[in-house]
């Protein structure tokens, strides 16, 4: 399979790096620094403040992004968009300003134990402050999450279901329809942290029937600094400001402020329109590759890489035995080497993989194990980077002196 793509990569022509680590964050191509670059050397001014041609054409990109944003995700209205700095932001944004003024004590918060930190933490400090409490969907050993837990744990007390909509662990994409028409029959909300599957995969808010949707930027080909947080306009427009100050006002007098309309009530102060006009280049680069080309890519890497760490008798992968069911994404351990180890021994090698417990502790728990390794494939690696990559995990333990 050749791989034209890799072309639009600088970083990746440099040397014969193997970098996989694209679930931490992905690769940008020029396309998107190119954008960044216009916005800078053309039209850097403060979006929405100015009335003069630089500030109004940086208004102009800024808003454009949100529209690419809204269209990429399926959202009905551009407005439902909210640009934040990450993912993490975005459920904060929700935590705080949805959750501490909608939970009660006796009020429910369903997660699962799959749930990245940043999908999780947030709902603990809202449980504490509302009294409201967390209930876990607990995954079968192989991350799926059964008909019969989900429609167990989802109660009449559930007030929101927050789920990883693609785990950045196991790979398993998450049933998140079935969760959402289950917790809508419930009466609750569901809010999707889809840091994961955004970069891989065709979304549709609507027909997935989220109400939240959070997603970064930078695992999208995009750069650092700039994620989104989608959410329902009824409840944008009910839900009170995150962060207060500049840009967020329509009136203000010595005592008290009005807010603007949404989205711009939840961008308080100045945003960062370069990072937005990077995010539209990446979506249309995304659009331009196609999301068939992408599952299709990464369906033969990932397949190739489990065949041959299947090889290796001392490895444990973690997760599905169908390398389809990956969406890139391959975590293993070596046995009698510390996942650290085997990334330092790696990267002396010029192979960058993730190790640790990839801020999923309760999940690390689940699987019986304190770290693991992660090896997480894009569209742009090539075959031949797989079979290297394997050849050296095949040398790891006598390098490690085991
Ligand atoms: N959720 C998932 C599933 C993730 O994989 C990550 C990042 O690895 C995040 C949330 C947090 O993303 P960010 O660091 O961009 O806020």
Redesign the pocket.
Known sequence: MTNAYREDFPILLQDDTIYFDN??TSQRPRQVTEAMRYFDENCNANPMRGLYRWSIEATERYEQARADAAELIGAADSREIVFTR????SINLAAYSWALHNLKEGDEIVVSVME?H??LLPWQMAARQTGAKLVFLEPEPDGTLTEQEITSKITEKTRLVAI?HVS?VMGVTNPVKLIAQTAHKAGALVLV?G??STPHMQVNVQELGADFYAF?G??MLGPMGI?VLYARKELLEEMPPFLSGGEMIEYVSRESATYAEIPHKFEAGTVNASGAAGLSAAIRYLKNVGYDTIREREECLTARLMEGLRGLPYITIYGSEDPKKHCGIVTFNIEGCHPHDVASVLDTENVAIRAGHH?AQPLMKFLGVGSTARASLYFYNTEEEVDRFVEKIGKVRGWLGY
């Open positions: 679930a931490a990450n993912t993490t932001e990245h940043s999908n990883g950045n942290d840091a994961q970064s930078h695992k994620g801020c």
